[in-house]
């Protein structure tokens, strides 16, 4: 059983920045595959950024450039730097993990005034 819990949300203004940070209950680099994924009112959640086991990143198009994920082995953390933040960014944010099955934290409300 893996638990993820997300922190790091909040109100900022567009062109802003936030870093999202999800702290996982097993050591990080033994879950082989993270992503952060963000639902908006209305949408399906949807996937911005993966992190593979072998340290290689994935970005939806409509953050790339702007969004960075990491871990970070000291703190044991998924991390997501976000930048230069928009409307359209708004949402809440979710953890992912996967080793034997899929594992979701409870999600962290972003939102972006403009």
């Known amino acids: 059983q893996v638990q993820l819990v997300e922190s790091g949300g909040g109100l900022v203004q567009a062109g802003g920045s936030l870093r999202l940070s999800c702290a996982a209950s097993?050591?990080?680099?033994?879950?082989?595959?993270m992503r952060w994924y963000r639902q908006t009112p209305g949408k399906k959640r949807e996937w911005v950024a993966i992190?593979?086991?072998?340290?290689?990143?994935i970005y939806a198009d409509s953050v790339k450039g702007r969004f960075a994920i990491s871990r970070d082995s000291a703190k044991n953390t998924l991390n997501l730097q976000m930048n230069s933040l928009q409307p359209d960014d708004t949402g809440v944010f979710y953890c992912?993990?996967?080793?034997?099955?899929?594992?979701w934290g409870q999600g962290t409300q972003v939102t972006v005034s403009s």
């Open positions: 097993v050591p990080i680099f033994s879950i082989s595959v």
């Open positions: 992912n993990g996967v080793t034997d099955k899929d594992y």
């Open positions: 992190i593979l086991e072998s340290g290689q990143t």
